[in-house]
């Protein structure tokens, strides 16, 4: 019964969320009515201390970056800089590889360490222009910022700085390079099929007669770019790279700054206590902040005039849409939390350790717990936490290093995760101006593609030995 409770919290989330029902309203209901069905006396205490207690924890730490890239990908659009990197896009790639120019600037900024969400943002405004160009239809918009964003440079390419591929570190003392091999085996399947796949979709559409859609009727269109000239690319495309240096760069000062903790008194007058920040725990959202903001300096330096025209407009939408984005991940934060806590989810972890072969067991357990949790992070975290030993000594008893336990874990809290419910496809959804009717459906075939990674590297290792 337990089980079953679990079970029905999920899909009921799943099931609104795919109807557009917001997520901020149903995310807390769907986690209570859980918590009903459990305990009824436990309802008031797991609202308040445990369900706002993450969201909001969620939101004191996450909220800055998704409003500054709000911000940085507004601006990015306002100052015609994404009009100016499609031009040179199509002119390198050709219009009709529009998504896969798009899955490599998410591809390189993932890979250069930029949060996900701030990927979303940033890269939206000229993917949106790329596909209007190309009159290739909005709705497949998500499927390829997924496949560039979500996948490959997630949690599979070797030396990834995503925390999908840390969080293994620490339980098997590995590094982020473990497995490059497989990593490397399963990132090319990833991006192969799921290009395959796109351009599948595009072509059917085409044949269909189906273009981009009418802006007018569509939501969340960019506006367009009003300023005269375009930029030089290198310029428009300046401030993307400076994102991801300037993260990398700032993630190693910041340490050595501030040290292992920052003390301060926040009081003038009176005897308050002193504010003991632990560095290591805020370093990298510190560093993806401070790389937005020399972002949207490198913008404001190099087109002043035409981002001013309209940025008092502009950025009043952007703040909406980080505001709505941030709720909405931070509601599904707090479900996975209280989901997490119930006596249901104990026993779907423990049916899982019944499966005998270690990596499968392995990959299955954390996808499973990463789907119902809607984090990939959160359900790997989770499932190492409670199971990481069990997992090290059966690999130990067949041979199995434990940088192949590292990159199985990575990459299947990589598959799952992605289900109707997941923040980061909502906020996607959100940024696009899209609902999951029109357009999960190629955010799930991309799913089932890096899901289906995870057994190929599995049986890449037993049948060649690879690490």
Not at 188 to 208: E, N, Q, S, T
Not at 315 to 330: C, D, F, V, Y
Not at 331 to 359: Q, R
Not at 435 to 460: C, E, M, N, P, S
Request: with cysteine; proline share 5%.
């Amino acid at each position: 019964m337990a089980f079953l409770i679990v079970l029905a919290a999920l899909c009921f989330l799943m099931l609104v969320a795919y109807r557009g029902y917001s997520v901020i309203l149903f995310a807390p209901v769907a986690a209570l009515g859980a918590v009903l069905l459990t305990d009824p006396s436990l309802v008031a205490p797991m609202f308040t201390g445990l369900f706002m207690d993450k969201m909001v924890g969620f939101l004191k730490l996450y909220f800055p970056v998704f409003l500054l890239g709000a911000i940085f990908g507004k601006l990015i659009e306002l100052s015609g800089f994404s009009k100016a990197i499609v031009v040179a896009t199509i002119a390198l790639f050709g219009a009709s590889r529009a998504m896969l120019s798009i899955v490599v600037v998410c591809a390189l900024l993932t890979y250069g360490g930029v949060s996900l969400f701030v990927v979303v943002f940033a890269v939206y405004p000229f993917a949106a222009e790329l596909f209007r160009q190309s009159d290739i239809p909005k709705r497949l918009i998500p499927g390829t910022i997924a496949l560039g964003a979500f996948t490959f440079t997630m949690d599979a390419l070797p030396g990834t700085p995503q925390i999908q591929n840390i969080i293994p570190t620490t339980f098997f003392g590995t590094n982020t390079w473990a497995a490059p091999w497989l990593g490397t085996i399963g990132g090319v399947f990833i991006l192969v099929v799921g290009l395959l796949y796109l351009d599948w979709r595009r072509r059917v559409a085409r044949k269909a007669g189906e273009g981009y859609g009418d802006p007018a009727t569509l939501l969340n269109e960019p506006l367009a770019f009003a300023g005269g000239a375009l930029a030089n690319p290198a310029i428009a495309i300046l401030p993307l790279v400076l994102v991801g240096v300037s993260n990398k760069l700032f993630t190693t000062w910041i340490p050595r700054l501030y040290g292992e903790s920052h003390a301060f008194d926040p009081a003038v007058i009176g005897d308050a206590a002193p504010v003991v920040q632990k560095v290591a725990s805020v370093a990298a959202i510190w560093a993806v902040e401070g790389a937005l903001l020399v972002g949207i300096a490198t913008v404001l330096a190099f087109a002043w005039k035409p981002v001013m025209a309209g940025f008092a407009e502009g950025t009043r939408s952007a703040i909406g849409g980080a505001l709505l984005a941030a709720m909405n991940t931070a509601s599904e934060y707090g479900f996975g939390a209280v989901i997490a806590a119930l006596p249901g989810f104990l026993v779907v972890a423990n049916a899982l350790s019944a499966i005998p072969d270690p990596l499968v067991n392995e990959a299955v357990t954390v996808t499973a717990l990463a789907g119902i949790t809607g984090s990939a992070s959160g359900g790997m975290s989770i499932a190492l936490a409670a199971m990481a030993e069990t997992f090290i000594a059966n690999a130990n008893a067949v041979g199995i290093p434990m940088e192949v336990l590292h990159r199985v874990a990575a990459m299947a809290s990589g598959g799952m995760d992605t289900l109707p419910h997941n923040g980061a496809v909502i906020t996607l959804l959100a940024v696009t101006g899209l609902t999951h009717r029109q357009a999960y459906k190629d955010v799930f075939a991309i799913t089932l593609v890096k899901t289906a990674a995870v057994f190929v590297i599995v049986g890449t290792f037993y049948v060649t030995g690879l690490v």
